[in-house]
């Protein structure tokens, strides 16, 4: 299988950081995968605690740790020079270096040179593995479910995090499938699927989510939005890569525009299931939405309850927020 | 603007080519932009004739001649050991190569070295120009045909370049903009945009068709299809950041197979009109068909003008062969 992957158990590297919200990335993969993370590692005697063991380099490979993830990210995306020094050593003791910043750490001379010594990878999960064939199209065995989005930004990677946890709760063969930097981390594999050259867009898709068990199902993260002015074209080349058999339309309530596109209102969640349905025909003719997942953080509680049952009553589909309630309903609503 | 750029005068380089079917590129930059090619280069005696004068590397240099353009294809699209000599020769006598193989000219580095020796340019044109940036949607001034096809290899490009010369002969003001290999060397600028990261690709596009003048057309060279299993995005891509005011369809009389895509039936040429107005209309309201370009080599003379006129009738739009009867009823429509 062509994706990046990534050797668990994970240190999770925090750098000078202090401040949980710009370390998304590591806590997010702590939210997800606790079993994954074995330690974490501070340049700074007061950093952010994410509540794993500390750890220097040499403990962490003493204790069996295989990457050393970056879990922060610093002003710009760059690798600050003061980070150099740990991600060597790191690659020396026999650690992979895995980072999802714009700067590539195999642009980076220094650790180019202490990989090749030691035989350890620099993994820019950025990157899209190599040897990515065109799309065939040719039906594949098991069963899909993919977010959508009425734009970036609106809950798709979490929402198919919290499938895959509810899915897997109640004893179903599911897994993520991540088409982004911090969902490859979270997962440990996957495909940067905007990253990759737009002839192989379709062929990516099919690589992320292979055959599989007849009773399996592949729960994958979506891209852009089917009405984005610049990002379209991706997320229907994740469409009809996938041939989903379900999808869940994404939405953050009281959005009106694609944010930072002036002049370009948001669609309907009813325009993004027709325009999803008769795209994603092409390559599943048996494509449905099963669901709708909605961001309420800017509704209060009463108005949460309202929004969402007047949704549903309109849609004829289970409408949640699955950071209160879970997706169980729209987990129900898929398998009936 | 970001687009490939090539240098005119070319001369035009053959190799060891004998048969005319082999070197399409070359006879294609010969027979729609004759002003720009100066000579050919052959490597054997009795080598192509493409009606140009035979010249050196030195004579073309000489007659102000300012790239060498690979004319024809090798086997598995490589560039031959024995070409090498010449292309260095012909960057030390200043001239850029500009090749639109497989093989890159920018790998191999005999070549990289005698370019950076000289200060001429090794140009591939499978390679977009860096620094694409992400699609805007913001409206552009000026007006914008762009071919869209059933399928790939319908005279997609053909149908451009005819439109192009049938509108300047009756005085618009019309420019073909190339969105592949051959249809840059043709034009001596554009992208090749299906090798362009599916994040940008809306961007490369809308590079492609910058603000003009508001008499100007954009005859916009189309990719792939938009029914098509693999290269669908790609289309999308184009026509979203293309934002055209109208569209050809080009298709090929009696295909009914996506081709060399097993189980995929052609879409109608109603279904890709419906299509492409429903996606285009994000980015361009007024999007509409104004005709239809069919290749009809498949067919008898008798059989021709029966298929084209049904057609006609059926869809209430100027159907023409362009390699037979040119463009003119398809402009005609489009600016009435």
Same mark, same amino acid.
């Given at each position: 299988?062509?994706?990046?992957?990534?050797?668990?158990?994970?240190?999770?590297?925090?750098?000078?950081?202090?401040?949980?919200?710009? +370390?998304?990335? &590591?806590? =997010? !993969?702590? $939210?997800?995968?606790? #079993?994954?993370?074995?330690?974490? %590692?501070?340049?700074?005697?007061?950093?952010?605690?994410?509540?794993?063991?500390?750890?220097?380099?040499?403990?962490?490979?003493?204790?069996?740790?295989?990457?050393?993830?970056?879990?922060? +990210?610093?002003? &710009?995306? =760059? !690798?600050? $020079?003061?980070?150099? #020094?740990?991600?060597?050593?790191? %690659?020396?003791?026999?650690?992979?270096?895995?980072?999802?910043?714009?700067?590539?750490?195999?642009?980076?001379?220094?650790?180019?040179?202490?990989?090749?010594?030691?035989?350890?990878?620099?993994?820019?999960?950025?990157?899209?593995?190599?040897?990515?064939?065109?799309?065939?199209?040719?039906?594949?065995?098991?069963?899909?479910?993919?977010?959508?989005?009425?734009?970036?930004?609106?809950?798709?990677?979490?929402?198919?995090?919290?499938?895959?946890?509810?899915?897997?709760?109640?004893?179903?063969?599911?897994?993520?499938?991540?088409?982004?930097?911090?969902?490859?981390?979270?997962?440990?594999?996957?495909?940067?699927?905007?990253?990759?050259?737009?002839?192989?867009?379709?062929?990516?898709?099919?690589?992320?989510?292979?055959?599989?068990?007849?009773?399996?199902?592949?729960?994958?993260?979506?891209?852009?939005?089917?009405?984005?002015?610049?990002?379209?074209?991706?997320?229907?080349?994740?469409?009809?890569?996938?041939?989903?058999?379900?999808?869940?339309?994404?939405?953050?309530?009281?959005?009106?525009?694609?944010?930072?596109?002036?002049?370009?209102?948001?669609?309907?969640?009813?325009?993004?299931?027709?325009?999803?349905?008769?795209?994603?025909?092409?390559?599943?003719?048996?494509?449905?939405?099963?669901?709708?997942?909605?961001?309420?953080?800017?509704?209060?509680?009463?108005?949460?309850?309202?929004?969402?049952?007047?949704?549903?009553?309109?849609?004829?589909?289970?409408?949640?927020?699955?950071?209160?309630?879970?997706?169980?309903?729209?987990?129900?609503?898929?398998?009936?």
């Amino acid at each position: 299988m062509i994706t990046i992957e990534i050797k668990a158990p994970y240190l999770i590297f925090l750098g000078e950081e202090t401040r949980k919200t710009y +370390a998304k990335t &590591g806590s =997010g !993969i702590v $939210d997800w995968r606790p #079993e994954l993370c074995k330690g974490q %590692l501070n340049l700074i005697e007061n950093g952010l605690d994410l509540g794993l063991p500390r750890m220097s380099v040499e403990e962490a490979a003493a204790a069996g740790i295989k990457s050393l993830v970056i879990g922060t +990210a610093s002003v &710009g995306g =760059g !690798i600050p $020079d003061q980070w150099l #020094e740990t991600f060597e050593n790191a %690659l020396l003791a026999g650690l992979d270096i895995v980072g999802g910043v714009h700067k590539k750490l195999n642009d980076i001379p220094r650790l180019v040179e202490a990989a090749k010594k030691s035989g350890s990878k620099l993994i820019d999960v950025r990157v899209p593995p190599a040897n990515i064939p065109v799309g065939t199209g040719r039906k594949r065995t098991g069963k899909r479910v993919l977010m959508v989005g009425t734009d970036c930004a609106v809950g798709k990677k979490y929402t198919a995090l919290a499938m895959e946890r509810d899915m897997r709760k109640i004893g179903l063969n599911a897994d993520f499938r991540a088409s982004g930097q911090t969902g490859i981390m979270i997962a440990g594999r996957g495909i940067p699927i905007d990253a990759v050259v737009c002839d192989f867009l379709a062929g990516a898709a099919e690589l992320l989510s292979p055959d599989n068990d007849a009773d399996h199902w592949d729960v994958i993260e979506g891209q852009g939005g089917i009405f984005h002015p610049g990002y379209s074209p991706v997320s229907m080349g994740l469409l009809i890569g996938s041939q989903p058999d379900a999808f869940v339309v994404c939405h953050e309530a009281g959005r009106t525009e694609i944010e930072e596109w002036d002049n370009f209102p948001l669609p309907t969640i009813e325009q993004v299931i027709e325009r999803t349905v008769s795209l994603g025909s092409l390559t599943n003719p048996n494509i449905k939405c099963v669901g709708v997942s909605i961001n309420t953080s800017n509704l209060g509680e009463s108005e949460r309850q309202d929004y969402l049952n007047d949704l549903s009553k309109r849609l004829g589909l289970p409408c949640v927020d699955p950071l209160i309630m879970g997706t169980d309903a729209i987990i129900e609503h898929m398998l009936g």
